[in-house]
């Protein structure tokens, strides 16, 4: 556990495990809204004399984002600060737009992005919250619709292929999650994490060539991350079992024996894995698969 | 007359997994006592779940499979049977069905003969209103939603009693309010009422009572889902202790 949190949990008023805590989240981007809460806010209203100005804000900035999942009302006292301290900022304008969406008050939110982006045209951020305005009110056409657009002027970013990605995934449309799955792929080629998307997408159409390659791009997933990736040796086991059980008379000698090593492997990485560990439901459970599909 | 019943404590833990992924779509599976036999005046009791996911991971089907063969396995040597799937979608807008949600309630019918799937929308639960937070749909060769109704815990115990007392007087509300919702949507078929089938939960100003207190004990992150199993394999996602 984290120590800042666990020295917060004995002594809540410790101000400065409050304040590396609430940094650390700032460096990793955590969305830890009710601890940002819990701990934020004592430090803003009590402790604010202990904080730089420019750290003062930055954690105003941070509760406040966390508000808007948790404390609404707080929030709106913090975007008020905020405002009186920076009238002209254009980041505190973007968390007004923010606090809008969180009420559901979409036209204001629309409003505030569009008027950036009248004088900043190339605002990413505000571009980008207008697609998430449009997936907020659960329109899937016009978000698809905004995310293309926005891609075809970004297309390097890779955030925005993911988040297409998932909304095609959610409308099961899996060839074109595959192509951006693809995108993701081609933008970075080291991360195991795209290789494993694009390898479930290709078990879920689940034609043989398409576990085929599936089966291939879990074997890559495995070969950029060997340990700490058991979901890719799942994957891999089960696409052998599938083909296995599925086509074991389309394939050829060779081929057999291949699938045959590939689900060995898998299983025997997957049982090392549970071994190691202490006893418990889940770990009976794995074994006891394994014993019985040996 | 088909029932199916809720516990209080599996209602929890479901509502609990909602809140700790509040921003992500989650799914999960709903256990009860191994069924041997089943007919149509079966009462099938569910006392407990199995969270998997908080992503679209339910539209998977390699996520979906393994989970479902992992839980089939522990539910073999502890004498229990899956008898539904939970999911709430991020968005509040969407009350419907997703397919992928339909196909998971399918394989578990073919597997167990019954299926029930649960929508819950948690947000019920935090305006104040204090309903009933989720739907639930039946699956009779097509998928049915059915009337959720809530016991008082001396009933629940006991088994299926007519609702007469006066205390039960909030409950049967509760069912007319969903007749009428039906009422107005009576153009669309499929969201007609089972007649012959019925979701029954536990005492629910109970449950109200006992989730706010462990919202405030922050129990929500006690649970375990098998997507978290997948990143750290020492977190046990089949048993949750949360009592």
Same mark, same amino acid.
């Given at each position: ?57 930055? %954690? ?9 999942? %948790? ?96 909304? +095609? ?55 950029? /991350? ?7 040796? +799942? ?60 | ?29 709903? /256990? ?141 509300? %509760? ?69």
């Amino acid at each position: 556990m984290n120590k800042n949190l666990e020295t917060l949990q004995n002594k809540p008023n410790n101000w400065k495990a409050a304040r590396d805590l609430l940094r650390e989240y700032r460096e990793k981007q955590a969305r830890n809204s009710y601890e940002i809460i819990k701990y934020g806010l004592p430090l803003i209203n009590k402790k604010s004399q202990k904080l730089s100005k420019e750290e003062l804000f930055e %954690v105003m900035e941070q509760v406040f984002l966390a508000g808007l999942d %948790v404390n609404i009302e707080e929030s709106k006292t913090l975007l008020l600060k905020l405002q009186k301290q920076f009238p002209k900022s254009l980041r505190v304008t973007k968390l007004s737009g923010l606090l809008e969406e969180a009420m559901g008050n979409w036209k204001s939110a629309i409003t505030i992005y569009k008027s950036i982006l009248k004088n900043n045209p190339s605002d990413q951020i505000a571009r980008k919250r207008l697609v998430c305005v449009s997936k907020a009110q659960g329109d899937v056409v016009l978000t698809i619709k905004n995310l293309n657009n926005y891609l075809s002027h970004f297309q390097g970013d890779t955030e925005t292929w993911e988040e297409l990605l998932e909304i +095609y995934l959610t409308q099961q449309c899996y060839s074109k999650a595959l192509y951006c799955c693809e995108e993701l792929i081609l933008a970075e080629p080291n991360n195991y994490q795209h290789h494993y998307k694009i390898a479930n997408i290709y078990y879920t159409i689940g034609k043989r060539t398409d576990l085929i390659k599936a089966r291939q791009y879990y074997a890559h997933s495995i070969k950029l /991350l060997k340990e700490q990736n058991l979901k890719s040796y +799942y994957g891999l086991y089960l696409t052998a079992n599938k083909l296995k059980s599925l086509y074991s008379k389309n394939l050829d000698q060779s081929e057999t024996q291949i699938n045959e090593q590939l689900l060995q492997f898998a299983a025997d990485k997957i049982k090392n894995v549970y071994l190691k560990l202490e006893d418990n439901d889940t770990k009976k459970t794995v074994l006891d698969f394994f014993e019985k599909n040996k | 007359m088909s029932q199916f019943h809720l516990s209080n404590s599996t209602h929890i833990q479901l509502l609990l997994h909602a809140t700790k992924y509040f921003s992500e779509p989650i799914t999960g599976l709903l /256990l009860g006592p191994k069924i041997k036999n089943i007919s149509s005046t079966s009462t099938i009791q569910i006392t407990s779940c199995v969270p998997l996911f908080h992503s679209n991971a339910f539209t998977l089907s390699s996520n979906v499979d393994l989970a479902l063969t992992l839980v089939s396995t522990f539910c073999e040597s502890n004498d229990l049977s899956i008898i539904g799937v939970y999911h709430s979608s991020s968005d509040n807008n969407s009350q419907d069905l997703p397919s992928p949600i339909k196909k998971i309630g399918e394989t578990i019918n073919k597997m167990t003969k019954t299926s029930v799937v649960l929508i819950i929308d948690d947000q019920k639960l935090k305006k104040g209103k204090e309903q009933i937070a989720f739907k639930a749909y039946c699956y009779r060769s097509k998928w049915i939603n059915v009337k959720v109704s809530s016991l008082s815990q001396k009933n629940f115990q006991q088994g299926i009693e007519e609702l007469s007392s006066e205390e039960n007087e909030k409950d049967v509300l %509760v069912i007319e309010e969903e007749e009428e919702k039906v009422q107005e949507q009576g153009k669309n078929k499929n969201s007609k009422f089972l007649k012959n089938c019925q979701f029954q939960i536990g005492d629910h100003e109970a449950l109200v009572e006992k989730f706010k207190k462990f919202l405030s004990e922050e129990k929500f992150r006690q649970i375990v889902d098998f997507e978290e199993h997948l990143q750290n394999p020492e977190l046990d996602f089949l048993t949750q202790n949360i009592n």
